[in-house]
């Protein structure tokens, strides 16, 4: 009887001690360490087993008692294991839960936006308002022939108008870096122009290159929005009409600009137009050659040959052109004081627009 007692004492201290252990199991890889001390692993016998070899040694009438018994510690010890496994999962996914929540009072992280170069800002107010006062937006090509850049503007081979935009040429004969938008004027005319029997209102905006020295003013690529209206009745003072509006609505309403005669070799006649930048400071004299006007745009009035090489007749239709340099206009705008800063991909000069 007392060997009995023993025994089952053995199985009551082995149930108590592993219930108390569970208790203080709170992560799963602790509850299969455990599991595995009490039901044995691949490798090793568990507790249980070694407790129920006692059986063999018992009297056989004492054998019965102890299996119901050892059976009744291994059936709570199972279901202690189940909850407790409940138990842990939940807990486990308590912390994954509280460790990976987001506090929506933090202020954000900064997110970096992208934004527009300050000339496609420019080009694209322009264009805007150009479209505005009933002009399409085209674009043509930046690698151009010789034929559409200079032959069909009214200036063939040897012409010393030429001089007035060096250039870069490619190693292709006859094929160049367009120095202007102009040869949009030939192409926008050839495109929209039926045959010279519509009327045209076209901008043309795009990168132009020349082989010039890099100055505060001047840079050897650069953007320029060419401008061409042809129609039956168009005058000079059409021209100045649209370049004031322009003006207006670029500048505001107290924007000056004013015309002065020049000379190109596909306008006749010709002129150039400045805005007023100011005269205040030494850097506005540099940059206005000490004039107080800064020059942006060449324009005039359709040379008659390039009516004809566009395909109207110059005896029925006449027309405006215009070519402004878009980065001259957003220095005047946003008080930029050299032309290089636009190209240099500098960031604290492109994150100010
Ligand atoms: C021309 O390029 C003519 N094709 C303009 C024209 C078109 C005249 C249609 C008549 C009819 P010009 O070389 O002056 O002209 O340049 C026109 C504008 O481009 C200038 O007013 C200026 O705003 C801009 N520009 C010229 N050179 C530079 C430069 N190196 N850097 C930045 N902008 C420039």
Redesign the pocket.
């Known amino acids: 009887m007392s060997e009995m007692s023993e025994t089952h004492d053995q199985l009551n201290t082995l149930e108590a001690a592993a219930l108390a252990e569970l208790n203080t199991v709170t992560s799963a890889d602790a509850l299969q360490a455990w599991y595995g001390r009490l039901f044995g692993t691949k490798r090793s016998k568990g507790a249980l087993d070694e407790a129920m070899a006692a059986l063999g040694s018992l009297p056989r009438e004492a054998r019965p008692a102890f299996g119901k018994r050892a059976n009744e510690v291994k059936q709570a010890l199972l279901a202690a294991h189940e909850a407790r496994q409940v138990a842990v999962r939940e807990a486990e996914l308590d912390r994954a839960l509280s460790s990976g929540a987001i506090d929506v009072t933090l202020p954000g992280a900064p997110v970096q936006r992208g934004r527009l170069h300050p000339s496609t800002q420019t080009l694209r107010r322009i264009c805007a308002i150009f479209a505005g006062l009933g002009f399409e937006v085209y674009r043509s090509p930046d690698v151009e022939t010789d034929a559409n850049n200079f032959e069909l503007l009214n200036m063939p081979e040897e012409h010393p108008a030429r001089d007035?935009?060096d250039t870069f040429y490619t190693t292709q004969p006859g094929v160049i870096l367009r120095t202007?938008?102009?040869p949009g004027q030939i192409r926008a005319m050839r495109a929209f122009g039926k045959g010279g029997s519509a009327p045209i209102r076209v901008v043309l905006p795009g990168m132009v290159y020349?082989y010039?020295q890099v100055t505060a003013?001047?840079?050897?690529q650069?953007n320029?929005i060419?401008g061409i209206a042809i129609g039956r009745h168009i005058t000079l003072a059409d021209l100045k009409g649209t370049m004031t509006e322009f003006a207006r609505r670029m500048y505001g309403d107290d924007a000056r600009i004013r015309f002065r005669g020049s000379y190109?070799p596909?306008?006749e006649p010709?002129v150039?137009i400045d805005v007023y930048w100011g005269l205040a400071t030494e850097r506005d004299r540099m940059i206005t050659k000490g004039t107080g006007w800064l020059?942006?745009?060449?324009?005039?009035m359709v040379h008659p040959t390039v009516l004809r090489n566009g395909g109207y007749d110059p005896a029925q239709w006449s027309g405006f052109?215009?070519?402004?340099?878009p980065?001259?206009t957003a220095m005047k705008l946003y008080g930029i004081n050299d032309?290089r800063h636009f190209w240099a991909n500098d960031l604290r000069f492109l994150e100010q627009f």
């Open positions: 007035m935009w202007h938008t102009s020349r010039e003013r001047s840079e050897m650069f320029q060419e190109f596909f306008t010709s150039e020059e942006i745009a060449g324009a005039g052109a215009f070519g402004m340099g980065e001259r032309i």
